[in-house]
């Protein structure tokens, strides 16, 4: 099974407009950490934002954040006021546990156009 | 910029030869994992160094091989180069291990073309 499921191979969305990405994720253990990566097409991965299993309250890093509910195992990105900067691919990707090595799983990725 | 620098940016070799892809890490960082990106993928791991020791393993065969050196740059080594190894290869630093330390910066990648 894949542990991180993003539906969204592709996404536009008007510029200054708020644009939602998704990601749910598999996993049995308790402690986790969730976290969204741009891609631009240079190739190197941006980190963006981070979400902990136990964190009570939404991740917020300025235009990002994450809408995470536990129990529906999802991570969603939302994106405000959209900027032509944002067009890149978005990976969710997850950590499992805490013991052993700082190990990411990716998705597949969203490619999100931001539309002037 | 992340301070994770990778050599070289673009690679092509011949099926059957050996690679070696080098990443310096981030200032400060002394831990380096390495994925493989194939085109229209997400990245998946491959292992992992921490303070000169492999500290984790994906699901790659033995002929990929790394080494992390005192100032905790690290090397990929790919041996017996196949087509499926066509990929953007990428080199991510962080902190020693913790549930605390919550970043990776990654490097801008080493695209490999075999043929």
């Known amino acids: 099974a894949q542990k991180i499921t993003q539906t969204q191979p592709g996404m536009f969305v008007q510029e200054k407009e708020a644009v939602t990405l998704d990601c749910t994720y598999d996993?049995?253990?308790?402690?986790?950490?969730l976290f969204w990566y741009k891609q631009p097409s240079s190739g190197e991965m941006i980190f963006l934002i981070y979400?902990?299993?136990?964190?009570?309250q939404n991740a917020t890093e300025g235009r990002y954040s994450l809408n995470f509910q536990k129990a529906r195992k999802s991570a969603n990105l939302v994106i405000s006021a959209s900027q032509l900067g944002d067009s890149a691919m978005y990976f969710c990707?997850?950590?499992?546990?805490?013991?052993?090595?700082?190990?990411?799983?990716f998705g597949k990725g969203t490619k999100l156009s931001v539309i002037p | 910029e992340t301070g994770v620098t990778q050599s070289p940016t673009h690679l092509i070799k011949t099926r059957g030869q050996q690679v070696t892809l080098r990443c310096s890490s981030q200032?400060?960082?002394?831990?380096v994992s390495w994925y493989q990106q194939a085109l229209g993928q997400g990245p998946q791991f491959i292992f992992q160094?921490?303070?000169?020791?492999?500290?984790g393993r994906g699901n790659f065969p033995p002929r990929f091989s790394g080494l992390q050196f005192p100032n905790y740059s690290s090397e990929l080594n790919v041996n017996a180069l196949e087509l499926d190894d066509s990929a953007l290869y990428l080199c991510?630093?962080?902190?020693?291990?913790?549930?605390?330390?919550?970043?990776?910066?990654f490097g801008q990648g080493t695209r490999l073309t075999v043929v």
């Open positions: 991510a630093s962080s902190l020693e291990p913790r549930p605390t330390n919550t970043e990776a910066f």
């Open positions: 996993t049995s253990d308790q402690s986790y950490g």
């Open positions: 979400q902990g299993s136990y964190d009570e």
């Open positions: 990707a997850m950590r499992e546990g805490w013991a052993g090595s700082y190990q990411l799983t």
């Open positions: 200032s400060g960082h002394n831990t």
């Open positions: 160094y921490y303070r000169e020791e492999e500290n």
